[in-house]
Every structure is written in structure tokens, then in C-alpha cells.
């Protein structure tokens, strides 16, 4: 993308988030916050870009992120989510969770809560590998297939499902208030009702027998019974959690582990993925022509549908009628599109706001962009 600006950090990135805006502000995102993993010294970081950080300039994408304050972290960031507008969590390879706030007066950070040993094995820590937030709760999973609830406001573990899951739970999010989804390393997803006792999912989900890894989630931010998930096969999986056990549809999709997919909040015909191989890839299911392509197969049906490649660029045709579950070539297409510029070391995570993407790399970057066509 030609209004795509890189900065060099030094440090490798696991996660990138944007701070909350308010629904009623019309102002763009301009505050984010990173994470880093596998370096020797790990960090919170918080940044502008935009309007603040240009100090008036006009052509504000130019202007680079601008740090605004930054804070030692225990062990890889595997998870960071804003709870609102000051703090936001994280969660650590050391199976910690903590709370850390953003002071916007004089641009410090603090710690405000931390659950050492959130997650842990029976002789040592286990990695914390998601979270996710409804101020004031807290949901985390882990390597040890545990499942806690947190309250911000209380020192103490609101509950726990221990043995949750007997493999590892890579990521998680709300579904409803009272429900969580899950995936782990078994190619499952799962729903769990926190207002049923005992430790077991109310449903479960798998894309195919061969329990290929899932690595991330994320729900339709209207209809809540549309989901996505990616994983180790790169493979982008849409599923309709009301009445299918398998996906609707499965797209070949990265050439390597997909690490997060994101439905756009406002404008959810359009979904966003990073991978291992260096892409970040903008789902276009809005698009409406009539070519035909070559690329990807449905979970449960027999239909095949032919893709073209072009530079830089992949359509399928799909229908877009709940823009992600009905595939109907005579409706539209969906169109693919790397957004950066060239293949780059892995892109670990991606986050999008109205028209801002952020995004950050094992190779030492972030990259930011507040012109999306969406």
C-alpha cells in the first residue's frame, strides 16, 4: 500500500492492539500499543500516529509512530488486549497476567494488577497464550488447557476450569456475554457457557481429522454465529456455530501458520490475517464483478470453485448475501490483497479500527496505515 509506514523498533513483535475509541467520536484511532516476544529484554510499548503525533502536518500517514512510553515485560507478550481507553492486559510465556495502565498526563505506565501463575503445570509455569475483555472481566487460556475468569477489580481468580481442554488452547473470545469460544491444538473449536457447572463445553467444533492446529479467532461483529479461525496450515476456516460441527467453508489461504484473523468491527465484509510467511492479507467480501477464479474448496460440500493470481492480488468468487457463509459465483467475488509492500519476515499480528491497520513483525517493525479502503 503506497500510505503504508514502516518503523524499525528494535525489538521482534508478537502483538499489536489500538486503543478504544469512543462510537460517538469521529475522530480516527491514534493510539496503539505493541508487545514483543523473543528478545532479551521484553516490552509494553504505547504509541501515536496520526493528527498527535504529526503536530499538524497534512500528510499525517508520512509522519512515523511515535513512542510515547514503554515498560520492561516479564517473559514473550503472547496476548495483549486494551480493557479501555487507560488500561490494557497482557499475557506472558511465564503464565502470568497483568494489568498494566496507561497514565495519559505525563505518558507512563504501571502496573495495576498482576496474576502471577495464572497458568502453570504441575512443576512449572505454563504459558498464557489468550485473552480476552468485557471490562471488568478477564478471560484467559493457556499451554496447560486451563480456562480462568478474572474480575479487574479483585486480586483473586473469579473461577477456574482446570483441565479445560487436554491440549493446548491457543486463543479465545467472547461470543456472548455468557459464552466463550476456544481453539487448541487438535483442530477443535469450542463453546463454553460460564452459567453451566463442571469443566465441559456446551459444543464442539473440528475441521477435519487430521487436528491440524488452530492459532486464532475471531467472531462477526453482527452476527455472532459467524466465526473465523486460522491456523497451522494457513488455512482460513468460516464456520456458523448455530447448526454445522464442520466450516462452511475452507480457504487456502497462507503458505504458512496463520497467527490472527480480525473481522473489521464497523464493516465486517471485510476480514484481515497475518501470517509466518511474511503476509498480511485484506479479505475483500464486498466486492461485486463477475470474473471467475481458482481457490478454494467448502468443509462439508462438493463444490469446487477455480482461482486466478494476479501480483499482489487473488480473487474468489463467493456471494457475499452474510457476506461469509453462502458461496454462489453468480453474486461476486471475493478479492485478496497483500498489504505490504514485499515479503517480509513473519507478520505475528495485525489489529484494524475504522480506517487504521497496524501490524508488527519478527523482522524488527511496525507498520501502520490510516487510509484503508473499507
Known amino acids: 500500500m503506497d500510505n503504508l509506514c514502516g518503523k524499525f523498533v528494535s525489538l521482534k513483535i508478537s502483538k499489536t ?10 475522530q480516527q484511532p491514534e493510539v496503539f500499543a505493541t508487545g514483543s516476544w523473543d528478545n532479551e529484554e521484553n516490552k509494553i510499548s504505547v504509541w501515536c500516529f496520526g493528527d498527535f503525533a504529526a503536530s499538524g502536518m497534512e500528510e499525517v500517514y508520512e509522519v512515523e509512530p511515535q513512542l510515547l512510553c514503554e515498560m520492561k515485560h516479564n517473559g514473550d507478550v503472547l496476548d495483549l488486549q486494551f480493557l479501555d481507553v487507560e488500561r490494557m ?4 510465556s511465564t503464565g502470568s497476567v ?15 494488577q498482576r496474576w502471577e501463575r495464572a497458568h502453570y503445570h504441575s512443576c512449572d509455569s505454563a504459558p498464557c497464550t489468550g485473552i480476552v475483555c468485557n ?16 474480575r479487574v477489580d479483585h ?34 473449536l469450542k463453546i463454553w457457557d460460564s452459567r453451566q457447572q463442571g469443566n465441559e463445553p456446551s459444543q464442539i467444533f473440528s475441521v477435519t481429522g487430521d487436528r491440524v492446529p ?6 462477526h461483529p453482527n452476527q455472532q454465529h459467524i466465526v473465523a479461525t486460522g491456523g497451522q496450515d494457513g488455512m482460513l476456516c468460516i464456520w456458523d456455530v448455530r447448526n454445522r460441527k464442520m466450516p462452511v467453508s475452507l480457504l487456502n489461504a497462507h503458505e504458512a501458520e496463520m497467527w490472527e484473523v480480525h ?31 481458482t481457490f478454494l474448496h467448502q468443509g462439508g460440500r462438493n463444490t469446487t470453485l477455480l482461482s486466478r493470481t494476479t501480483f499482489g492480488q487473488t480473487s474468489v468468487n463467493q456471494s457475499v448475501s ?15 490483497t497483500n498489504l505490504l509492500p514485499s515479503y517480509t519476515m513473519s507478520v505475528n499480528s495485525l489489529d484494524v479500527l475504522e480506517q487504521c491497520l497496524v501490524c508488527g513483525t519478527d523482522g524488527e517493525a511496525i507498520y501502520v496505515t490510516k487510509k484503508m479502503p473499507v
Request: net charge negative; hydrophobic share 35%.
Open 17 to 26: 492492539r489500538w486503543r478504544p475509541i469512543s462510537s460517538s467520536a469521529l
Open 89 to 92: 492486559v497482557t499475557a506472558s
Open 98 to 112: 497483568t494489568v498494566y495502565r496507561h497514565h495519559q498526563n505525563n505518558q507512563t505506565l504501571s502496573i495495576s
Open 135 to 150: 471490562s471488568p472481566e478477564i478471560v484467559t487460556v493457556g499451554e496447560d488447557g486451563r480456562i480462568n475468569f478474572f
Open 155 to 188: 486480586k483473586e481468580v473469579i473461577r477456574t476450569l482446570d483441565n479445560a481442554d487436554s491440549s493446548t488452547l491457543h486463543a479465545v473470545t467472547f461470543l456472548r456475554t455468557t459464552e466463550i469460544l476456544t481453539v487448541n491444538s487438535n483442530g477443535q
Open 214 to 219: 488452530l492459532y486464532c479467532v475471531d467472531k
Open 263 to 293: 473481522f473489521h468491527p464497523s464493516n465486517p465484509d471485510h476480514l484481515f490475517s497475518c501470517s509466518e510467511d511474511g503476509t498480511l492479507w485484506h479479505w475483500d467480501a464486498s466486492v461485486s464483478t463477475a470474473e471467475i477464479p
Open 322 to 336: 452474510s457476506a461469509w457463509l453462502t458461496m454462489d459465483t453468480s453474486k461476486g467475488r471475493l478479492e485478496i
